[in-house]
């Protein structure tokens, strides 16, 4: 694609996954920032290093920028990110050098999608319980969480406050897994004896419902197929195999759990968006209301809980569009309008 010249040099951004790479265009100064014709995704197992993929995608769209956001899966320690779900070491000096770029910003894949709420629009969630409203203006003090499966289950949470968005990143997803019942206590002991300790990633992501349906075939004392999450969604979703239909609904539970608990420990009153990969098969499951009442299900807390909004994001490139709303900040640019809203 070419550049328009009469713009300012666009912004190159990247969400980077355990499985996959997706590579975009920003314009920051534009109304809509993320160029949609500009996506581009590619196999991380097929590049040495992300320096590479990013070469191979900018051969593509013919373009040199000379700034760069990066989306990455995994903990950024300073200037440098091991990812969590794959062997890529990221350190954004080298990246720097390797694509001849002014600056690099890395950020973690979920900071991102929070700072990147303000960009939704009403036709990019999907509400699951009291409506959300759309982040629009810096009106008042506010507090999101965002979180969600994929190859892994990321968290992050957004603050607002005084009109500046704060993007927080969290390792939320390596928190100590909960049961809440006798069915859950004894998937819980099943895991133990291959994990040790189960975090809830070790249940609410891919591999995490592989796990899930081998502990619910073994409770159940029937082997278990080696079935991938795709195939144990489509088994599901043609109600074919019980121990399927079992293991999402047991993991649509724990994700309404996972998620309720994150918005009383991050305070998220303002809304709970989720995010990732694995969700849009799901959404059967997810709006059969129990989902909502495990987010609900917070003791003395309940009602308050049952008040905050959960929104689906349907956007399909929500990683990019945070990529592009850090690119916003980053140049300078405002993403939240002031004042209250009307």
């Known amino acids: 694609m070419s550049a328009d010249r009469t713009l300012p040099p666009a912004w190159l951004l990247a969400d980077v996954g355990g499985t996959n790479v997706r590579f975009a265009l920003a314009q ?31 051969a593509v769209v013919g373009e040199t920028p000379a700034h760069a956001v990066f989306a990455l899966a995994g903990r950024i320690e300073g200037a440098r990110v091991q990812m969590t779900n794959h062997a890529w070491s990221i350190s954004a000096p080298e990246l720097q050098r390797d694509l001849a770029l002014h600056s690099v910003k890395l950020i973690n894949d979920f ?6 709420l303000p960009l939704l629009g009403a036709s990019d969630v999907l509400a699951l319980g009291p409506r ?23 968290v992050s949470t957004l603050a607002i406050r005084d009109g500046q968005l704060f993007g927080l990143e969290t390792e939320g997803g390596h928190v100590s897994f909960a ?22 990633e070790r249940l609410l992501c891919g591999s995490g419902l592989v796990n899930l349906h081998r502990a619910v075939c073994a409770l159940a004392q029937v082997e278990s197929a080696d079935l991938s999450p795709e195939q144990i ?28 608990d994150f918005a009383l420990a991050y305070g998220a009153w303002d809304g709970v968006y989720l995010a990732g990969g694995m969700l849009d098969p799901l959404l ?8 909502r009442l495990r987010f609900n299900d917070k003791g003395r807390f309940s009602q308050a809980v049952a008040r905050v909004p959960v929104a689906l ?7 990019l569009l945070g990529a592009a709303a850090v ?9 939240l309008r002031a004042g209250a809203a009307p």
Do not use: N
């Open 28 to 58: 920051p100064t534009a109304q809509a920032p993320l160029l949609l014709e500009s996506i581009h995704a590619y196999r991380v197992a097929e590049f040495a290093s992300l320096a590479d993929a990013a070469k191979a995608y900018l």
């Open 111 to 116: 900071a991102a999608i929070g700072v990147g």
């Open 132 to 154: 959300v409203e759309v982040i629009a203006r810096a009106s008042a003090p506010q507090t999101f969480c965002v979180l969600g499966p994929g190859t892994g289950l990321g």
């Open 179 to 200: 049961p809440t019942s006798e069915e859950e206590i004894a998937i819980l002991r099943e895991l133990m004896t291959r994990f040790g300790r189960v975090s809830i």
């Open 233 to 260: 969604t489509a088994s599901a979703r043609q109600q074919a195999d019980p121990h399927c239909v079992r293991a999402i609904e047991l993991f649509c539970d724990m994700l309404g759990c996972a998620a309720g």
């Open 284 to 291: 059967p499951w997810l709006r059969q209301g129990r989902f």
């Open 313 to 319: 994001v349907t956007h399909r490139q929500p990683g």
């Open 327 to 335: 690119a916003v900040l980053a140049a300078g640019k405002p993403l």
